[in-house]
């Protein structure tokens, strides 16, 4: 899928080979191991040219202790804009999204919004992401369900959002970003050692 461009003020003028660049980086950027990433549309007026992917992680049980982990997806968009605008410092910014459900007792607890930017925080460090000016919120979510879907389990999630200007090799930002989200699902850290799988 080509670079796409978003309210170029040429619109017969190429992308920057600087966004070109770092569009190429964010597609061959490696992936948690479960992680499903793909390309997707990026959001329009935003900036004149974007990349966006999202990412699933199934819920599944774990084989150990048959806990059920919860569901995450996620979206990361790089936002490329020559005119710098303001708060970014630059010419990109990284726009960040995760939703997981979360175990009732979790959901439950006040220091979910702290521990979830805190774990956003430490895997994007530990991915080697660099970035200034970064800012978000944390959202806790619970649903219960009433007349014919009464049945229907009471669901229970966080949802974090994220910007940031990303310095350094952008590979390390996505990679911070899919490990985050396993994170808020459950998952842990990947040890160190062990490599990342590429996406196919």
Sequence with gaps: MPPTRRGAPDGDAPPPPAFVAAAAAVRAAPARPGVVVEEVAPPRRIAPYAVALT?????????DDDIARGAADGRFVLLHDPSCPAGWGGEQRVVALVTATVEPD????????????????????AAGALLDEMGGTVTRVSSSSFGVLR????????????????RGPLQNHVEGWTAALCRLAGV????????????A
Excluded: K, Y
């Design 106 to 125: 979790l959901a439950g607890d006040p220091l979910l919004a702290d521990v979830a930017w805190a774990w956003l925080v430490d895997e994007l460090g």
């Design 188 to 199: 842990p850290p990947v040890a160190p050692g062990v490599l990342l799988l590429r996406r």
């Design 151 to 166: 049945d229907r389990p009471a669901g229970d999630q966080v949802e974090l959002r994220a910007s940031w200007s990303p």
């Design 55 to 63: 990412g699933h992680l199934p819920a599944e049980e774990t084989p």
